[in-house]
């Protein structure tokens, strides 16, 4: 698979124009995917777009390369949940079969990078193109050391099946790494607390090529029977996700079930890359936790050109 977007800006922007415009940009896209015989495209909107750019990208890609190319997106974890600042909206009575699990898109969600509604999104006939979500739990967008987070994405009627958990492999590529043996014991939690909604997503890793470098030496040998280094690390959470029965894991305080569609809980405040005060800093001018996070991240923790960055906005 390849992957389009993430810190390249203008990605989407560019696929969003006219008509004329979006064949200017796309066809060098076809022909990448053609010259290199991929088998599907993550999508990593990490700019504000209408919901119709990644509704006609879908549409087209699948198009193009038929039901069995892979079509996914890497939304942050609060893209998929919704804002608990907005009174919970009756549910369009479209969405409320008991068999399909949905988000509610009238719902507004937390604030997050892609401009649009994933609810929405999920809802619309692109959504049934989308194999998965490859969703970021990490650089303060969300926690993956417990499944708080997790529950609280389900619990808003997305489906389990669809959410990866996605997670830093090292210290190095972002805040919130989490060692390998808590991480085991979380992955085997969400396997066996939704077996019976059609199985846990599943889990992405950023990024391979030096997963497991946070780990003690040895460490993952010890739980896994594998060797350090990127292979070691994903035979680790392989003995967990491929087991045949999945593993009951142990659920610690707090991390109750949640199956039932309704508002997500309160969530616990997750790990950022940047100083407690230089988020506050820019929450105490009028910016949300996320904007802040998200504009820090933008200008490598650079206070003053992260402020500016929300102003323009």
Same mark, same amino acid.
């Given at each position: ?49 209408? =919901? ?6 879908? !549409?087209? $890609? #699948? +198009? ?78 969300g926690d993956a050391g417990s499944t708080v987070w997790y529950d609280a994405i389900v619990a808003a009627g997305w489906p389990p099946s669809k959410v990866v958990l996605g997670v ?11 060692? =390998? ?6 992955? !085997?939690? $969400? #396997? +066996? ?28 040998a010890e739980v896994a029977g594998a060797a350090d280094g990127p292979a070691g690390w994903v035979q680790g959470l392989g003995n967990v996700l491929r087991a045949v029965r999945p593993p009951s894991g142990s659920v610690r305080a707090g991390e109750t079930g949640a199956a039932g569609f309704g508002q997500a809980p309160a969530l ?40 500016? =960055?929300?102003?323009?906005?």
């Amino acid at each position: 698979m390849g992957m389009l977007g993430g810190a390249a800006k203008g990605s989407f922007e560019r696929l969003s124009g006219g008509d004329e415009e979006f064949e200017a940009y796309y066809s060098p896209l076809h022909a990448i995917i053609q010259r290199h015989n991929l088998q599907g495209l993550d999508l990593d909107i990490e700019e504000a777009v209408p =919901l119709s750019t990644p509704t006609r990208l879908l !549409s087209r $890609l #699948r +198009a193009d390369f038929g039901p069995s190319f892979i079509l996914t997106l890497a939304p942050v974890a609060t893209a998929l949940l919704p804002d608990p600042a907005y009174p919970t909206p009756p549910r369009p009575a479209l969405f409320m079969t008991p068999t399909t699990r949905t988000p509610n898109p009238l719902h507004p969600t937390l604030p997050h990078l892609s401009g649009f509604s994933y609810p929405a999104l999920e809802v619309s006939d692109a959504g049934r193109l989308i194999s998965w979500y490859n969703t970021q739990f990490y650089c303060g967008w969300g926690d993956a050391g417990s499944t708080v987070w997790y529950d609280a994405i389900v619990a808003a009627g997305w489906p389990p099946s669809k959410v990866v958990l996605g997670v830093v492999t090292n210290p190095g590529n972002g805040a919130g790494y989490i060692d =390998l043996v808590k991480f085991r014991n979380v992955c !085997s939690v $969400l #396997r +066996a607390r939704y077996e019976g909604l059609g199985g846990f997503g599943g889990v992405m890793g950023w990024e391979y090529f030096n997963a497991g470098g946070g780990e003690q030496r040895g460490a993952i040998a010890e739980v896994a029977g594998a060797a350090d280094g990127p292979a070691g690390w994903v035979q680790g959470l392989g003995n967990v996700l491929r087991a045949v029965r999945p593993p009951s894991g142990s659920v610690r305080a707090g991390e109750t079930g949640a199956a039932g569609f309704g508002q997500a809980p309160a969530l616990p405040v997750p790990p950022v890359p940047w100083p407690g005060e230089d988020v506050e800093r820019l929450i105490v001018i009028g910016f949300s936790r996320q904007e802040a996070v998200a504009a820090l991240n933008a200008t490598d923790g650079n206070v003053e050109m992260a402020a500016g =960055l929300l102003f323009e906005r």
